[in-house]
């Protein structure tokens, strides 16, 4: 079955640390997004990819990194800039055509101790 | 910018009563609109989409029509179940773009 994996689950750091989430898709989708999401809230664009090795700035890049070597994967590191990095973490995927829906990852859960 | 303004929660609501979870958007082309619904400590779900003006979405018991005229995509359920609590998020996304644009989302608890 086609679908995007988001690894892991739940994911514990100390302050200081880098840590990286992994995002891998087998829907051959062009375009790949990473949001995050905290309590009650909704969800904030971190960095987007349009295409392998290309990606950009979302609303709150700040102490978060990302790279796009291979059109599956697109993982995401949580830097020690990241000052606030408690969050729920979703990645997502779709087509670049526009008017297309997104399909979505289940979510890591980062908590900082 | 392309917007989306969806009802503020929490809704609160006895099982079997009537849903309605209000969207308007603002978009400088002609997108396609989506619902997507997310259980909690889970990703986002596809629950219905339409494509052009006067669409009806539709999955679950659920629906939307798409308004052009009113630029809206209000989402309705005649009887709610305590198994769709969940928060719902109204989005769009445009010809000619590729990044969909989520509404705030709407948090709905449904009471035995």
């Known amino acids: 079955d086609g679908g995007i994996t988001q690894s892991p689950k739940y994911l514990f750091r100390k302050e200081g640390q880098n840590v990286t989430l992994s995002c891998e898709q087998n829907l051959n989708h062009d375009a790949m997004y990473w949001y995050r999401q905290d309590p009650g809230q909704g969800l904030r664009l971190i960095y987007y990819s349009q295409i392998v090795n290309d990606f950009q700035k979302g609303d709150i890049a700040e102490g978060y990194s990302v790279s796009r070597e291979k059109k599956e994967s697109f993982p995401l590191t949580v830097t020690s800039a990241q000052k606030n990095p408690t969050a729920f973490y979703l990645c997502?995927?779709?087509?670049?055509?526009?008017?297309?829906?997104?399909?979505f990852g289940q979510g890591t859960r980062l908590t900082v101790v | 910018g392309d917007s989306v303004t969806q009802m503020e929660g929490p809704v609160t609501l006895s099982e079997e009563a009537f849903l309605t979870i209000n969207c308007t958007y603002t978009a400088t082309g002609y997108p396609s609109l989506f619902w997507y619904v997310q259980y909690p400590g889970e990703g986002l779900q596809l629950l219905l989409k339409a494509t052009k003006a006067d669409d009806k979405g539709s999955n679950k018991g659920f629906e939307a029509t798409y308004r052009k005229e009113t630029t809206s995509f209000h989402l309705e359920k005649g009887s709610v179940q305590v198994s769709d609590s969940a928060v719902y998020f109204c989005?769009?996304?445009?010809?000619?773009?590729?990044?969909?644009?989520f509404g705030a989302g709407t948090r709905l608890f449904v009471k035995a």
């Open positions: 997502a995927s779709s087509t670049n055509q526009g008017r297309t829906e997104a399909f």
């Open positions: 989005a769009l996304s445009e010809a000619g773009g590729f990044k969909t644009i």
